[in-house]
């Protein structure tokens, strides 16, 4: 892991750990959507955010609700990296009981210990459901079963390395497997030397890459990308929803707008 990379593990560890420990929310002076009004925004169902108190909304950093989108994949086993809080996985043991084994992995202790807690009133749900603290650059050291479906929500472009970290997801797929990504891509150009800031990948811009740039590291990964869905144009990025398949699978044809 080079210096760069190093720094930003740490600086958002720290960042997300502080989120944990704040109660007015680590965006409350930010004008922008979060909490409950933010998972309205981005379409979590009315019948999943009312299982909880509105307070379990105000840790929660999604791009997007992924949930439509897993019920059409319908995965028996589900990985989401970097699952903060684990309300995604959590919205879909209780949406989805096919899936067997859901797993969240993340580097925030206390977003974790919140997940953990919530889990302690739904003991259905906690059987299905493993919560890990661990770095997602060390997934090769937690001796992952192979899974269906791995989902990130907001956290693949919070790692350097994501040439190399395709790699390891491939590994991690069983069969016909799928990446769901929910993150920007990049539609116009960053102002120079914007990447080299760590404080500018914080909030997933600096790490944005072109929807060239991917297809190209996703190939070199043995990955296929399947499609690009633009969610939301927010100039120089495209909030979107990304699907990515293992090479041997059929895929039924790329389908984007920014390909
Ligand atoms: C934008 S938040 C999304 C959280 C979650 N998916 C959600 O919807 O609430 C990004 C998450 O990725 C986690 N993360 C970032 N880099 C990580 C790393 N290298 N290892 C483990 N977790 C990481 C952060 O701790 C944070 O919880």
Redesign the pocket.
Known sequence: MNDFAGAL?HT??EM?NRAADCDSGLLAPVAIDRGLPLLQNLGYPQSLLKLLPRTSFER???LANPLPKITAVAPGTLLDL????G??IFFCAHLMPEIVHLIG????AG?LSEGRERLKNFPEQARKITLIE????QLDNLNLPGCDLILM???FN??YDKKNFLRKLANLLTGKGTVLIYDFLLNGSLPPGFSDEIDNWLW?IGGALSAKSLREIVAAAGLELVSVKELEKIEPVSRCEIVIEKCDSAATGLSSTLI
């Open positions: 593990g958002l560890k997300y929660a950093f999604p970097g699952c903060g809080t309300l995604d992995i993340d580097a925030s977003l661990a770095d997602l650059l929500n907001g956290s919070l790692v997933n």
